[in-house]
Every structure is written in structure tokens, then in C-alpha cells.
């Protein structure tokens, strides 16, 4: 599907159905703060299909959850504590979905568990958003279809997964499609290297936020891709809602003008986003990356600060709807929560300071 096709199809209509209902959730106007804690883990790791040989020092994919709900409700008891409004769950392998039980693993929970958790979240005061990546860098939870990306089964199971969330989380406002770091660079090592690129890229993210917006909800996506390709700010629909992340991870600090070239366009982009006509939530992190440590940083704890204090000043107001603070921490033992609220921590008080 073309852009031209995917408009004349009836974008129009979808994306209004989308608003609609993101303006309708509960009247629901405040500005976001989330936070997003992984619930699947198989975004991560090689898949092996039966009798397929493992290789030494390689990760994979875990055959049963990898969590904790001592954990998880800790985290999010925190969350509340610290006047969070969002949790986006990012799912994988953790539902059982009823169109495709047979990417569940050991342990993963039911619709109906994850349905009462979703409004239990809601009774907290929490908005609880689902994410599902699909990105083929990070969709290893999909199995046996992971390998088969843009095809016709591919498309079907993944349109089938978005449908049954939706009905699971009883539409809500947003459904987070990932979509980051397909690139080579960051398959490299694989034992199987899976990207689209160019058109199919582009046909495939329409033929998801046709689907998403199917179901009455806002698609939501990581905009790392517009780092390296301009044409993102026109091709991409402005009824997704983008995640532009931020971390210092490679130690450029916070000025455009002071950053090596090949970095500062991980900082543009929230300008250029916002010029674009864009809504975004952005990303911050208490991840600290390789290259952190060894510049002799051994904790993350101005990522949240420096980049609310970038958004406020380069980005319209009207167009930075909040924040989202990604910790990259599992929710299944101690030292994961302890980052997790770290980082629940650092972006509660960014967002309080910068008031």
C-alpha cells in the first residue's frame, strides 16, 4: 500500500475515529506521565525454530516469563505514589491472545487475567496502554512469524494481535507499535538478519496504522527512523503519535551545536517534529549504555532532567503532550525495580521542577 492508496482508503475517517476516541477517554487532557515497564521480555534475543541449533553466546528468546508480580505491583504502586497518570505495558509473549495461542509461553497470562488488570490499573488512576513491537528487530515474541515479515501470514497474525488487544484493554486511547532500530546495524550479529527497508518499510508502517486505527485507537511509534531519513516528517501520517528518545548514551550532552555531527540529528528530531505538525511524547532513560561506563558514569540521572528542559524550550507546547520514561528493566527481581523507580523517580522530579 502506498501512501496515496493508504489516504484514499479512508485515512481520513480512521484517523478521526482514533481522535475521537483518544478525546474521549475519560476527558483525559492532562499532560502524559508514563512509564514503561516490560512485561514480555522476547523483544531481545534470537528465535529458534524446532530442532534448529543453538550458538554459543548467543541470547534467546525465553520459553516461558519472565516476571514477577510482587515486582510489578511494587513498581506500579510507585508509579502512583510518585502522581504517574500512564503505564505502558509492553506485552510480547506475556498474553495469551485468543486469535493466536501459539505464541504464548509458559506462565503468560490469560485475556480475561490481563482484562482485570487493565481495569485495576484504571481504578488506580493509571491509563493503561498496551504495546506490541513490530518492529523486526524486536519482534522475536512472534515466533515462527518473526521470520516471515511482509508477508501475507505475517500480516495476518500481527492484524489479529492488534484486534485482540484492543478488545483486551477495551480500547484504549493508544496502542504503541515500536517500529524502532530496523537497521542492519542493529542486527548485525543475528543469526538471522530480517529488515524492510525503503517502499516496503513504508508500505508496512501504513498497513499497521491502517490497522490500529481500524480499531478506533491512536497508533503511537518510536521515531528513530526520521534520524536518517528526512522524507519521515511527509511520508509519516500526523495522526501517530511519536516517541522521540533521547539518552546521552554515547556522551554528547544536551547542545546541538556542541554534538559531533552524525549524533545531533537524535536531538533535532524533536524540533523538527514538532515543525512537522507532530504530537509527541518524549523519551527519556536511566539506562546507562557501554560507552556511559566508560566515560566513568556508572548511573544515568540527567537524562530526565536535561531532556524536559530541552523539550520545554524547543518544542511547541501544543505539540508535547509528556513524557515516557524507559528504564529498559525487566519487572522481575530486585535490582530491575530499584532502576525502575529510579527512574519513575528522575522524571517525577524533572517534571515537577520544570512546572
Known sequence: MTRKEFISAGAA???????????????????????LLHMGMNMWGEWLAPGEPKIAGK????????????????????????????VVMDLGEFVVYPSHPELAVKGSWSADRMRAEVRRLRSMGLEPIPKLNFSATHDQWLKQY????????????????????????????????????????WQRR????????????????????AAVEKQGVRPWMFSDYGWEHPEFMTKCPKSVLQCPGYYNEDVQGYVIEKMKPCYQPRLKIFIELSKAGFDMVALPTNWVSPKLKESGR???????????????????????KGFLMASWADCKNTGAFQLNCAGIDQLADAMESAR
Open 146 to 185: 518473526h521470520r516471515m515479515v511482509a508477508t501475507e501470514p505475517y500480516y495476518r497474525v500481527c492484524f489479529d494481535v492488534i484486534r485482540d488487544v484492543c478488545e483486551i484493554f477495551e480500547t484504549p486511547r493508544f496502542l504503541h507499535i515500536g517500529f524502532d532500530e530496523e537497521q542492519m546495524e
Open 59 to 86: 541470547r534467546y528468546t525465553r520459553d516461558e516469563i519472565y516476571f514477577s508480580e510482587e515486582i510489578w505491583n511494587r513498581t506500579i504502586d510507585h508509579a502512583k505514589k510518585r502522581k504517574f497518570n500512564m
Open 190 to 209: 543475528n543469526v538471522v538478519v530480517n529488515c524492510r527497508q525503503n517502499e516496503l518499510w513504508w508500505h508496512s508502517l501504513y498497513q499497521f496504522i
Open 298 to 320: 556508572t548511573e544515568n540521572s540527567d537524562c530526565a532532567a536535561e531532556l524536559v528542559k530541552f523539550c520545554r524550550a524547543n518544542v511547541a507546547p501544543e505539540r508535547l
Open 13 to 35: 475517517f480512521a484517523v478521526s475515529s482514533a481522535l475521537d476516541a483518544a478525546s474521549a477517554f475519560a476527558g483525559n487532557t492532562d499532560e502524559i506521565r508514563a512509564v
